[in-house]
């Protein structure tokens, strides 16, 4: 296992602990291919009875621990040393990344024509490249055969899902299984949207004290105050579950 990170297993998904805020490191990850989920609260909270969502986090190659709720539990109820590394300070790393190295084969599934204008915007101005878009469905049935031959065809190495969660990572898992080749992944669903200010604007200061989510709440509470109530069920799953650690 990496200096950088380790591993431990909960409820039958690796997740990835990040040790170090070394960037360098962090790029590396990166650089490989699969599938990178980071799940929710709110979504974790409904495992038991997600099974696509569940089987989708499990089939992931890099799980990171997004919900401050989460790595809170686990540090106080199971002694798991842990900390957050949110989709938030991925993006910036994976950002940091594309414009260094000119990376220009990205391409981005995106929840509706305004976010999906804003998200290109911002991407051509800050990073100097055009990226290829899709804009997703609602979907009923998380199957797209449509982006499916679109992304075979064009072959990008970087596929950017920024729909919303418990969706996306099923998305990412059906891309994964089916496409003809082995690309990136990332499902960071509304993350890139903090950095286009199409939702409320957060620094590293407050992600680092786990308060992006009061920041959402305080932005559209009608939203995101049942989403994270709902979280709270998330307690009794982490006490009613083992974690397993590796060394």
């Excluded at 709110?42 to 986090?57: T, V, W």
Aim: charged residues 20%; positive net charge.
């Amino acid at each position: 296992m990496s200096d950088l990170y380790k591993s431990f297993s909960f409820c039958g998904i690796k997740f990835i602990n990040i040790n170090t805020p070394n960037i360098s490191g962090t790029i590396n990850i990166i650089k490989k291919n699969g599938l990178f989920v980071f799940p929710s609260g709110p979504g974790l909270a409904n495992l038991k009875i997600n099974s696509k969502y569940h089987l989708a986090l499990k089939n992931s190659e890099y799980v990171f621990l997004d919900s401050g709720f989460f790595v809170l539990l686990l540090n106080l109820f199971k002694k798991v040393s842990c900390q957050k590394f949110s989709g938030y300070k991925f993006l910036k790393i994976l950002f940091y990344q594309i414009k260094k190295k000119k990376i220009n084969n990205l391409f981005l599934v995106d929840p509706s024509i305004k976010l999906s204008l804003s998200y290109r915007k911002y991407i051509k101005k800050k990073l100097k490249i055009n990226c290829n878009y899709y804009i997703a469905p609602k979907y009923k049935k998380v199957e797209d055969k449509i982006l499916l031959k679109k992304i075979s065809i064009l072959k990008p190495k970087i596929i950017l899902i920024n729909i919303g969660g418990g969706v996306q990572e099923i998305l990412g898992h059906y891309l994964k299984k089916n496409l003809n080749y082995k690309p990136t992944i990332i499902c960071t669903g509304a993350a890139i949207a903090y950095f286009t200010k199409d939702q409320a604007s957060i620094n590293n200061f407050i992600d680092r004290i786990y308060l992006g989510w009061l920041v959402r709440i305080f932005y559209k509470p009608k939203i995101f105050l049942p989403r994270y109530l709902s979280a709270f069920k998330l307690f009794f799953l982490v006490l009613n579950n083992n974690v397993i650690t590796k060394n």
